[in-house]
């Protein structure tokens, strides 16, 4: 278990410090009493924005959320099976500890729903031969750096309430790595078609907890990682990739086991190099 729970005992970000939990106290079936979590929820969750649930600690609504259900359009259900709802009435991280109560900055109590797109395409040379490494081609991604941490990451979002994970992954790749197409109007059309082609011929890699630094012993990041894999390098080969959103930059990035990533987006990555029998 520790292993998937790593980098949300790691530093918050902001200014703000975690309990520190060793690796033997994450989980909950270890007595631990000396356990003393920071409670912190950012102010911008504070301020109430419509994608954050209220302090469900301290504000009882007439219609209580419904924990481990579709609760309306905010889908509280948890890919790691039921959760349980701790002293204070609220959900409790089914990895286990990680330092702080509260939701930190992330908006609903208990799972917090994305989606990640992983759009692959081969490593070509000059004269367009796939490059190989160990006898293996190497893969290549669409990558974003993010603009809170600076680190690269897999261009994904959250879920809205009432959309659905296909609909978030395309729209959150257009939003944050495609923002400009640089065509003739036929030749745009024609991309658009191969985009939305990929789009719809996606193959799910991963659905689960996601180890996030922002994860809390009440609220933690889920997600669907989705590979479309642009196998001739026609669909994306005129996509002028363009940051958008909360992304600084954009690029494709070859996919290797030492590229350092946001999250446990390695593990979604390594994923994709499985399926596709790509090297790593
Ligand atoms: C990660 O946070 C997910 O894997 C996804 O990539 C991302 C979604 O959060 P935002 O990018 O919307 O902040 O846990």
Not at 188 to 207: D, R, T, W
Request: overall charge negative; proline content about 6%.
């Amino acid at each position: 278990m520790a292993a998937t729970h790593t980098k949300c005992r790691g530093k918050y970000p902001g200014d703000v410090d975690r309990f520190a939990v060793p690796d033997d106290k994450v989980s909950w079936s270890v007595e631990w009493p000396e356990y003393k979590p920071v409670d912190y929820t950012a102010p911008v969750v504070e301020k109430g924005p419509v994608w954050a649930d209220v302090d469900f600690r301290k504000v009882k609504p007439d219609v209580p959320p419904k924990y481990n259900e579709v609760d309306g359009k905010v889908n509280r259900k948890s890919f790691t099976g039921n959760y349980s709802i701790d002293e204070t009435g609220v959900p409790r991280n089914p990895i286990g500890r990680t330092g702080m109560v509260g939701r930190g900055l992330l908006g609903r109590w208990g799972p917090n729903h994305a989606a990640d797109p992983i759009v692959t395409r081969w490593k070509r040379d000059s004269s367009g031969a796939i490059v190989t490494k160990n006898d293996k081609p190497i893969l290549e991604f669409v990558a974003i750096k993010r603009k809170d941490c600076g680190e690269w990451a897999i261009p994904g979002g959250m879920v809205d309430p009432g959309d659905t994970v296909s609909a978030t992954l395309k729209k959150e790749f257009g939003e944050e790595a495609m923002n400009s197409l640089e065509a003739s109007p036929e030749e745009k059309k024609k991309i658009e078609e191969q985009v939305h082609q990929l789009f719809s011929h996606g193959k799910e890699v991963y659905a689960g907890y996601v180890d996030d630094p922002r994860n809390t012993d009440n609220a933690w990041m889920e997600t669907v990682a989705v590979n479309f894999h642009d196998e001739t390098g026609e669909a994306f080969g005129k996509v002028k990739l363009c940051a958008g959103d909360d992304a600084g930059a954009v690029a494709w990035k070859e996919l290797t086991s030492s590229l350092a990533l946001y999250a446990s987006h390695t593990t979604f990555t390594g994923k994709v190099v499985e399926l596709r029998n790509a090297t790593f």
